[in-house]
Structures are given as C-alpha cells and as structure tokens.
C-alpha cells in the first residue's frame, strides 16, 4: 500500500529564507511522486512531479525537490521565499499502473513572515 | 485548452437532503477522480472513472456514489446529506488509461458543500 507523510502542518519562514516542506512516501513499487500548491478557496496546483527520471526535480514558482530512494523522502525546497508563496502544499504517491488513484499527504500550510 | 470546470461552486443544503455535483473533465481526459477535502481529514480519496467505469474506490459509506458520462463528465451524488459532509469536494481529470506510468492529476476549483 502506499502513503504518504508530511512532517509539519504549519510552517512560517521569513521572507527571503529557505522554504523546506518534508515529504516521505511508503511504496511496493518504483513510486510517482508529485508536489501540489492550494491557495485559498481554489483547486490544487500541480508544482513539480517526479517520474523515476532525474531524481532533482525543478518546478514552477521556484520550487524543486529530490527524490532520495534510500531516506524514501521526497523534500519540497525554494531557496528564498516570497509572500505569494503562502499556501496549503501537499505531497501525493501515485500508484501508476493499477489504476490512477493519487494518496494524498495531511498537507503544510506555509507561512511567510514579511 | 479549458481546465476542469465544477458547478456549482457553493451549495447549501439541509441535513436529509440529497445533492449532486458535476464535473467536467480536460476535453480528451478520461480519467476523473473525486476527493473530499476536510480541515480535519485533509485530501481524502472518493473514486475514480475511467472509460464510465468506476476503477477505484475509497473508503466512504454507499451514501457517496458517481458515474461518468461516455463523453467523460462525470457526477457524484451524496444521499441523506450529514454534517459531517460539509467539505470542499475536489474533481480531478487526468490523461491516463490503465497501463500508463502516470498521469498527472489537473483539479477543478471545487465545490464548497455545506450542510445545515
């Protein structure tokens, strides 16, 4: 079975900090592993996906993640955060091949501290 | 390309009543998932269509049911309307058919349900 952990429901940064957002996956099979971004009273947001290609995956807004196999943990970073980055994030394992369905992590709500 | 689209975007309803909600997925997805999203419970799967048939299924009493149209709309009904459902009820369109790697999930806006 897959799951999904997200360390930390709420983190504040100041503005122009290091954003990190933890994720760790379980998964019987190679994983898919996404990062989404919800800002209020909208859908979600795909960020960056990872697809068992690079194992750095950049994303839109400035994000990027490492899949590291062996920590089985797929972190969310942006060097420097910005006030429009805050937002509920959620990190999601797809199971791919039997069918579409994506778990979803508890989520992060970000904070930034101008 | 139009993103996923969800009507209506608010409903109010009485507890005991029934609702349906519509989802129309990416114009060639045939992939369209539901999710319930709680501050409590979070992200929580209903079901996936695909191809009018329901693929997948989470763990939600038979009150919550869907169906997709052959041109891939889909709709979920919740009978007998509780408390507890009202939540944000999230669609998601996604390309895929069984066999593919993966395919990213595209989410509507939303319906924000609430139930009195």
């Known amino acids: 079975a897959q799951s999904v952990t997200q360390l930390g429901s709420h983190v504040s940064v100041s503005e122009g900090a290091l954003v990190l957002l933890r994720c760790n996956y379980s998964?019987?099979?190679?994983?898919?592993l996404f990062w989404y971004v919800q800002y209020p009273n909208q859908g979600l947001q795909l960020l960056l996906k990872?697809?068992?290609?690079?194992?750095l995956v950049k994303g839109i807004n400035g994000f990027e993640a490492e899949f590291k196999k062996s920590e089985t943990s797929f972190h969310l970073t942006k060097p420097s955060a910005h006030m429009s980055d805050a937002a509920e994030y959620f990190c999601?394992?797809?199971?791919?091949?039997?069918?579409?369905?994506?778990?979803f992590g508890t989520g992060t709500s970000l904070t930034v501290i101008p | 390309k139009a993103g996923v689209t969800q009507t209506p975007r608010y409903l109010i309803k009485t507890r005991g009543q029934q609702v349906t909600l519509s989802c129309s997925p990416i114009?060639?997805?045939?992939?369209v998932s539901w999710y319930q999203q709680t501050p409590g419970q979070g992200l929580q799967f209903l079901f996936e269509y695909f191809s009018e048939t329901q693929r997948n299924k989470g763990n939600f009493p038979g009150r919550f049911s869907g169906r997709q149209f052959s041109n891939s709309r889909s709709e979920m009904n919740v009978s007998t309307l509780e408390l507890g459902d009202s939540a944000l009820y999230l669609c998601?369109?996604?390309?895929?058919?069984?066999?593919?790697?993966?395919?990213?999930?595209?989410f509507g806006p939303g319906t924000r349900l609430t139930v009195l």
């Open positions: 999601a394992v797809s199971e791919g091949y039997t069918g579409n369905q994506f778990y």
């Open positions: 998964s019987s099979v190679p994983p898919y």
């Open positions: 114009s060639g997805h045939r992939s």
């Open positions: 990872y697809t068992s290609a690079a194992t």
């Open positions: 998601a369109s996604s390309l895929t058919g069984r066999g593919a790697p993966y395919s990213e999930q595209f």
